[in-house]
């Protein structure tokens, strides 16, 4: 690794260095003789490569796993930049989504942990669809049917609807009896059940 300026900061030892995933003030994910670990931006190790597989969770956290590239599902925990194990590997995928953490199991089942890696969401669901517009808002999925969730793992719109897509200025498109309408966040219908066919979330009003 070199700076901006053109300084080594790291001899050429590893195999990897993944960058592409860097921002300021992150660890560096890096590979060495096989194994993942981490370093700082001026090239202190923070996790020695001890692990098969590592990527950055967030600023403070890693995933990580044992398993063999050439295993699937893998199991993935999670570690803090002290290489203290917060999960043990027991998820197929973590994803951080501002302060929670979408997880799936292997039987393909996913659920919600707070920021503080606690289950907020049991792993039932067949899918939970992060809300890219609204960090508090989550739409469940479970035996073909939809609803709402927050991020304390509330579900404040029960598993009512045939197909639905997350709120968007504060409204929400679902399917009920092969017709699209638009709920708010009481469930109370704003725009009736009449479209049939393609609908989509507002954007800017329309």
């Known amino acids: ?12 030892v590893f195999t990897s260095i993944d960058y592409f995933n860097y921002q300021e003030g992150y660890p560096i ?3 060495k003789n096989g194994k993942y670990g981490a370093i700082n931006i001026d090239g202190t190790f923070i996790i020695q490569p001890k692990f098969k597989n590592m990527d950055n969770l967030g600023k403070d ?7 063999s590239e050439d295993t699937y599902p893998k199991n ?13 590997p027991i998820y197929n995928e973590i994803y951080a989504h501002g302060e929670v953490y979408k997880v799936e199991t292997a039987n393909s089942k996913y659920g919600l942990l707070d920021k503080n890696f606690k289950i907020v969401i049991d792993t039932i669901y067949d899918d939970i669809d992060i809300n890219y517009q609204d960090e508090n808002t989550f739409l469940l999925e479970k035996d073909g049917k939809y609803g709402f969730a927050d991020k304390s793992g509330k579900i404040f719109i029960d598993l009512l609807y045939d197909d639905a ?14 017709k699209w309408g638009f709920i708010d966040r009481n469930n109370n219908i ?17």
Do not use: C, M, R, W
């Not at 956290?61 to 398993?67: E, I, L």
């Not at 993935?76 to 043990?88: P, Q, R």
């Open 1 to 12: 690794i070199k700076n901006k300026e053109g300084k080594k900061i790291t001899e050429p």
């Open 29 to 31: 994910v890096v590979e």
């Open 61 to 67: 956290y890693f995933t990580f796993s044992n398993d």
């Open 76 to 88: 993935y925990g999670v570690i803090d930049k002290n290489g203290n194990i917060i999960i043990k």
């Open 165 to 178: 897509y997350p709120f968007s200025e504060d409204l929400a498109p679902v399917l009920k009896n092969g």
């Open 190 to 206: 704003i725009i009736d059940f009449q479209f049939i066919g393609n609908v989509s979330p507002f954007h800017n009003g329309v």
